[in-house]
T-cell receptor
Framework: GENVEQHPSTLSVQEGDSAVIKCTYS??????FPWYKQELGKGPQLIID?????GEKKDQRIAVTLNKTAKHFSLHITETQPEDSAVYFC????????????FGSGTRLSIRP | DVKVTQSSRYLVKRTGEKVFLECVQD?????MFWYRQDPGLGLRLIYF???????EKGDIPEGYSVSREKKERFSLILESASTNQTSMYLC?????????????FGQGTRLTVV
């Protein structure tokens, strides 16, 4: 069946450095790729998303890239800050239906002061 | 702001009990979802509903059922709770199938079955 693999499972970076989280997906019909951030004690919250007709999208310190041929997409956080510490989930739509999405297993990002 | 509210943050139930998890959203969203979150497995879709009284199985529906009698409320039912259903349960809603598709999550219910 369709699946989304996410790496690494944990990531620790020095404050101010960049963090990169990578995901691969299996369903070639997937066309929507959101990223969610989950802070301690809260539900996940959408931070950025990208559709398959776009290769890159940026929003301030956050960027997402998509390689449809390789079925890879990545989250890049630059100039990391303590408030970036959280669990991050990548996801991909199940086929072309954006109402059903499959989540990766999550990355726990820690920012060292 | 969209608000998705789950009725309980923490629940402890006994094996064999019937358990109801309630979720309410206040933004008139068509779609509602129940996910289960386990370490190393991410979020797995249990059931979703795209309209009142409409439901569709997700990836792990076994042992669960759902009810959507009103647009704003989506209930997850564990017919006979088992210890392997100990988990964090997350409810979410989104506006429509196309267009505005961001999912808004509740804060989660941590269920322990003993």
């Amino acid at each position: 069946g369709e699946n989304v693999e996410q790496h690494p499972s944990t990531l620790s970076v020095q404050e101010g450095d960049s963090a990169v989280i990578k995901c691969t997906y299996s369903d070639s019909a997937s066309n929507y790729f959101p990223w969610y951030k989950q802070e301690l004690g809260k539900g996940p919250q959408l931070i950025i998303d990208i559709r398959s007709n776009v290769g890159e999208k940026k929003d301030q310190r956050i960027a997402v890239t998509l390689n449809k041929t390789a079925k890879h997409f990545s989250l890049h956080i630059t100039e990391t800050q303590p408030e970036d510490s959280a669990v991050y989930f990548c996801a991909a739509s199940k086929g072309s239906s954006a109402s059903k999405i499959i989540f990766g297993s999550g990355t726990r990002l820690s920012i060292r002061p | 702001d969209v608000k998705v509210t789950q009725s309980s943050r923490y629940l402890v139930k006994r094996t064999g009990e019937k358990v109801f998890l309630e979720c309410v959203q206040d933004m008139d969203h068509e779609n509602m979802f129940w996910y289960r979150q386990d370490p190393g497995l991410g979020l797995r879709l249990i059931y979703f509903s795209y309209d009142v009284k409409m439901k569709e199985k997700g990836d792990i529906p076994e042992g669960y059922s759902v009810s959507r009698e009103k647009k704003e409320r989506f209930s997850l039912i564990l017919e006979s709770a088992s210890t392997n259903q100990t988990s964090m349960y997350l409810c979410a809603s989104s506006l429509s199938l196309l267009g505005e598709i961001e999912a808004f999550f509740g804060q989660g219910t941590r269920l322990t079955v003993v």
